[in-house]
């Protein structure tokens, strides 16, 4: 199970969610893929990865793999954390 860190400021800019790392200054932008696995957090990885595959239309390996990279760089920068 995965969710946002307690140190993240969040602002919806329309077409981009904005990350804000309030620790480290730092700023990360999520396309459309990014924001749809943000807003499902909490959540599983095969819970996101069943969100991203209904949601695009993707297979369930494209799917996994897409999460998997997501759910990566979002913990690599401190901004998810397993819970």
């Known amino acids: 199970m995965w ?3 307690e140190d993240v400021l969040v ?3 329309d ?9 480290r200054s730092e700023m990360f932008s999520l396309n459309s893929t ?3 696995l943000w807003q499902a957090l909490p959540a599983t990885e095969e ?9 695009f239309d ?3 390996g ?3 793999a897409d999460v998997r ?3 990566n760089d979002l913990s690599v920068r401190d901004l998810i954390q397993p819970v």
């Open 3 to 5: 969710q946002g860190s």
């Open 69 to 71: 990279a997501v759910l």
């Open 11 to 13: 602002t919806d800019l």
């Open 34 to 36: 990014g924001r749809l």
């Open 58 to 60: 993707l297979t369930g």
């Open 47 to 55: 819970a996101l990865t069943a969100l991203l595959a209904a949601t």
């Open 15 to 23: 077409d981009e969610l904005v990350l804000m790392h309030a620790g």
């Open 62 to 64: 494209q799917a996994q």
